[in-house]
């Protein structure tokens, strides 16, 4: 079986948060508070133990036969299915959750036993509408609350495809993880409300359907399925369908989402109409000829993959796992990596050697660029990895910046951005204090020509040069973060900005200053 997309059954929870089952990290809600708890979890992981002391594993294959190897796996030789990360995004109570527990179980990803305890469960707690939620929504909080607050990550395979799903949190408060989920995704999935007004409360300024977009289109993702969920709430109207799916295809195409690389499907979750068939709606079938969401799944195209690249392989959760040792979860942003190699952890001069590497519930000998893999690491002390760290190669290692310059968009905000301005600054899962130490230029957002240089500050959807400088308390001195220039790794060189619970930019890493 081929690498793909999803790490161990242990770690069903992805990026700030905690995991379902096993011995992991306490859940966060993204920030200071999810450092705060990774730290803590790994003092307690580090008390009284040392690093695992045994003969290291032997690398299997030199670079050149692992990367004809991976080559023809990428490539869907043998039989392999192409792999494909999707994160499903959308405004809170959209029926994110619900969605993907009807189709992993339509699937045969979820049993009937499991499917009936969750029904159970869900009843016993009043809250039986969210029964289909319950299999993503793992934790106690999550299922008291009745809302995702982490990222959830599962797997499904299509007839074509092999799918990693980043069930994302829909609510404001945990943009954070979204962000940190959002991260580690080739596609998106959103799924909107079909009732009236509920629609348009995720659509209007303030709804999370646009800043979700947004947010997505700004970490690369270009391709989006949009599900039109509970039509069964609104009589199956066609007419509402249309009205919905012409309001989004305005915006997707305003954000620069392609048009060729955007679908809308219409969907009953709680029924399961139009999953993986349509047979059973008589009603949508009157009007509706198109595909099924696993049809339109099926036929999601992967990313080219930077497997030539150095390995780059950002930290989005750390964890203890209960047999192999310490554990690291993410998505490789560049490179391979396989069993047997010692890794530099960075910031820090801490190295490591792999010692298991998990992908899809089974042990692998190596993970390509694009894979969600969990890497359980030996001959280190867990005190030294933390989420937004990145482990690369000992001989290319990636920079630490504490001031660089970037080109941004600027979305549509209340208060300027000028000279000074504090701001919170994403880079995968990580967010750290920064500020605007200098705008550089304005320019020209459609060629990129300056329109005007050292601007005291903008409002409108313009690019900008800008210049970073991060914070440690309440002083200027530096923390520096790896990162790279956006032309030598797209994925290691996009940020988001946000100030105040808003996400008021996005942006590419153009030069490392220092």
């Known amino acids: ?64 036969k692992l990367l004809q190897e991976v080559r023809k796996v990428l490539e869907g030789q043998g039989g392999d299915k192409k792999t494909v990360s999707l994160v499903v995004i959308g405004h809170v109570d959209a029926g994110k ?42 934790t106690i909080e999550e299922r008291e609350r009745g809302i995702t607050m982490d990222i959830a990550l599962q797997s499904l395979s299509t007839p074509q495809r092999q799918v990693t799903i980043l069930d994302a949190p829909g609510h404001k408060d945990f943009i954070p993880n979204m962000i940190s989920g959002a991260a580690q995704a080739d596609c998106a999935l959103l799924v909107v409300d079909a009732i ?18 947004l947010l ?100 989005s959760n750390v964890f203890k796992g209960q047999n192999s040792g310490t554990g690291v979860t993410g998505r490789i942003c560049g490179g391979v990596v396989q069993v047997g190699e010692r890794l530099r952890v960075l910031p820090g001069d801490e190295s490591a050697i792999v010692r298991l590497i998990d992908v899809e519930e089974q042990s692998v000998p190596w ?24 482990l690369c190669p000992p001989s290319d290692i990636v920079p630490l910046a504490t001031v660089f310059t970037a080109r941004i968009i600027v979305f549509d905000i209340q208060l300027p951005i000028t000279t000074g301005t504090s701001i919170e600054l994403f880079h995968h899962s990580r967010d750290v204090p920064a500020m605007i130490s200098k705008l550089i230029a304005t320019l020209d957002r459609a060629s990129g020509v300056v329109t005007k240089k050292n601007p005291r500050g903008t409002s409108a959807e313009v690019e900008i040069s800008l210049r970073v400088g991060t914070l440690s308390g309440p002083t200027l001195s530096t923390r520096p973060i790896p990162l790279e220039p956006f032309s030598v790794n797209k994925d290691m060189g996009r940020i988001l900005v946000r100030r105040g619970g808003e996400t008021i930019s996005a942006g590419i890493v153009l030069d490392i200053i220092s």
Not at 376 to 389: A, F, Q
Request: aromatic share 6%.
């Open 97 to 138: 959750s619900t969605l993907m527990g009807r189709l992993l179980y339509e699937l045969g990803r979820v049993d009937e036993k499991t499917r009936v305890a969750n029904e159970r469960g869900s009843s016993k707690a009043g809250k039986s509408s969210f029964s289909w939620a319950w299999e993503l929504d793992g």
């Open 196 to 213: 009236t007004g509920e629609f348009e409360a995720g659509f209007d300024r303030g709804g999370q359907t646009r800043e979700h977009l």
């Open 216 to 315: 997505v289109r700004s970490l690369g993702v270009s391709q989006v399925i949009v599900a039109v969920n509970k039509l069964d709430q609104v009589n199956w109207d066609p007419s509402r369908f249309e009205e919905i799916c012409g309001l989004l295809r305005a915006f997707l195409v305003q954000s620069g989402f392609p048009s060729s690389k955007t679908s809308f499907v219409p969907v009953s979750a709680m029924l399961g109409v139009n999953l993986v068939n349509n047979a059973d709606a008589s009603v949508l079938s009157k009007w509706y000829k198109g595909p099924t969401l696993v049809d339109l799944l099926d036929k999601l195209e992967p990313p080219t993959r930077e497997i030539t690249s150095p390995l780059r392989l950002p930290i």
């Open 367 to 390: 993970a390509a660029a694009g894979t969600n893999a969990a890497v359980y690491l030996t001959s280190i002390d867990p005190i030294h990895l933390s989420i937004g760290s990145v």
């Open 1 to 64: 079986m081929s690498p793909v997309n999803t790490p161990s059954k242990a770690s069903k929870k992805a990026g700030i948060g905690a995991k379902k089952s096993g011995t992991m990290t306490p859940h966060g809600t993204g920030g200071l508070d999810a450092r705060l708890f990774d730290m803590a979890a790994l003092n307690l992981l580090s008390k009284g133990e040392e690093p695992i002391d045994e003969p290291p594993p032997k690398i299997a294959l030199e670079r050149g």
